[in-house]
């Protein structure tokens, strides 16, 4: 299958079946508001690294993680009863995705997390798309995830920890709350034996893009959540 040059101007992408096997779909374009908003809705996102052109992916198969799936371990749940950690949201989102991207290249796993991609996901954040979920000890942040919310569907995009449990107890934290909501479909992207111990699973594309698009059929409505959105008391451990 072709790969498609994206026109700078025009917020057009190509159908998701033209994606090659591995889920690449378009290179170029540029990552403003408008383009980034119009590419989650349907099911694409943009993942390259540094000195790269922009390349949007679509994969076959996909990662969710439904909320009413999570799989809580028994000594997960052991720390959510200790509260060790305090969950906060929209407090330090260009900490977290800094730290998401410094995590990776300290590991020497490289990062798609450019600082181009920086600028954009704080402005999408900026303007209540996006958003943080904090883990916070003794007053530090030591871990969080980010991700974009619209519609019913809350789009992960990384997370990080610098203390055990910091970031699951952030992801159980936001889980909890997508269900709260009554959302029912939160997209992992690509498959991770981390996000399988958690309760994620992968679906055939046209699966998830048939879910995408009725969870898309809501209003969505971008707004910053309050510093304590997020009431882990609530969750039944």
């Not at 057009?12 to 994606?19: G, R, Y």
């Not at 003794?138 to 610098?162: H, P, R």
């Not at 046209?206 to 309050?226: C, D, I, N, S, V």
């Amino acid at each position: 299958m072709p790969i498609y040059q994206l026109l700078e101007d025009v917020f057009l992408f190509p159908p998701p079946s033209h994606a090659e096997p591995e889920g690449l779909l378009a290179v170029g374009g540029d990552l403003s508001t408008e383009r980034l908003l119009c590419a989650y809705e349907q099911g694409i996102f943009p993942w390259y690294e540094e000195g790269q052109p922009i390349l949007w992916w679509t994969p076959d198969p996909r990662m969710i993680l439904e909320p009413t799936r999570l799989k809580v371990s028994r000594s997960l749940r052991k720390v959510l009863r200790k509260k060790t950690f305090q969950i906060k949201t929209d407090t330090a989102f260009a900490h977290v995705i800094r730290a998401c991207a410094q995590v990776r290249l300290r590991d020497k796993k490289g990062t798609w997390i450019t600082p181009e991609m920086e600028k954009s996901y704080i402005r999408l954040h900026e303007l209540g798309y996006a958003h943080s979920v904090e883990s916070w000890y003794d007053g530090n942040l030591v871990g969080g995830l980010y991700g974009i919310f619209m519609g019913k569907c809350f789009f992960g995009e990384s997370m990080f920890t610098e203390k055990t449990d910091a970031s699951k107890i952030a992801f159980v934290s936001l889980v909890e709350q997508m269900k709260n909501w009554g959302v029912d479909l939160i997209d992992c992207q690509v498959s991770s034996m981390h996000l399988k111990s958690l309760g994620a699973h992968e679906v055939k594309r046209e699966e998830f893009l048939r879910r995408l698009q009725a969870a898309m059929r809501f209003p969505t409505k971008p707004q910053k959540w309050t510093e304590n959105q997020f009431d882990l008391l609530q969750f039944q451990t």
